[in-house]
T-cell receptor, first 116, second 114 residues
Framework: NAGVMQNPRHLVRRRGQEARLRCSPM?????VYWYRQLPEEGLKFMVY????????ESGMPKERFSAEFPKEGPSILRIQQVVRGDSAAYFC??????????????FGPGTRLLVL | AQTVTQSQPEMSVQEAETVTLSCTYD???????LFWYKQPPSRQMILVIR??????QNATENRFSVNFQKAAKSFSLKISDSQLGDAAMYFC???????????FGQGTRLTINP
């Protein structure tokens, strides 16, 4: 049973470029969450999505950041016109809709974004 | 807003001994979940243990156990018979019942001395 998958694992971008981070949830999971971890800090919630719906984006910066979870395919976190301050580890997590384990989020390995 | 505080930035323990990592949280809710996640050098976030606030019994997973004090809003993690593979950052996290986002503490870096 494959866990949460994220790609790429490492991403290098120059200032002003776009970054696209992908997340495939665990099989049977319909909830996806994105978190950001700055160096030497804990994870900070960004956005929570279900298929084709953004449920809570209270942690997303208002500009340049967007997320989607289409009916088919992985969830995408998109950062436009990246700046050096966007350099961080971005983690995706997933959970099932209901039942045993629905309160627990299972994390992917993260994508390390470095902006030059 | 809920907050989670881990007051120990770093801890160290001798291999085979026991160590306790502390975590306190602030909430006005009565129904919630608490978690400990481990982040080894690989940076993967691994669930260690979880506790439902409505359960009085402390959760246990093999060498890992918690001391959940609801009135004191305290949720410490005890690691018994520490092993070299336990070396990692440990994060305490809170999730309110009915909400989806996890609120994380700042983390405690645990070093195991051989």
């Amino acid at each position: 049973n494959a866990g949460v998958m994220q790609n790429p694992r490492h991403l290098v971008r120059r200032r002003g470029q776009e970054a696209r981070l992908r997340c495939s949830p665990m099989k049977g999971h319909s909830h996806v969450y994105w978190y950001r971890q700055l160096p030497e800090e804990g994870l900070k919630f960004m956005v929570y999505l279900q298929k084709e719906n953004i449920i809570d984006e209270s942690g997303m910066p208002k500009e340049r950041f967007s997320a989607e979870f289409p009916k088919e395919g992985p969830s995408i976190l998109r950062i436009q016109q990246v700046v050096r301050g966007d350099s961080a580890a971005y983690f995706c997590a997933s959970s099932p809709l209901a039942g045993e384990g629905s309160e627990t989020q299972y994390f992917g390995p993260g994508t390390r974004l470095l902006v030059l | 807003a809920q907050t989670v505080t881990q007051s120990q930035p770093e801890m160290s323990v001798q291999e085979a001994e026991t160590v306790t990592l502390s975590c306190t949280y602030d909430t006005s809710e009565s129904d919630y979940y608490l978690f400990w996640y481990k982040q080894p050098p690989s940076r993967q976030m691994i669930l260690v243990i979880r506790q439902e606030a409505y359960k009085q019994q402390n959760a246990t997973e093999n060498r890992f156990s918690v001391n959940f004090q609801k009135a004191a809003k305290s949720f410490s993690l005890k690691i018994s018979d520490s092993q070299l593979g336990d070396a990692a950052m440990y994060f305490c996290a809170y999730r309110r019942q009915g909400a989806q986002k996890l609120v994380f503490g700042q983390g405690t870096r645990l070093t195991i001395n051989p």
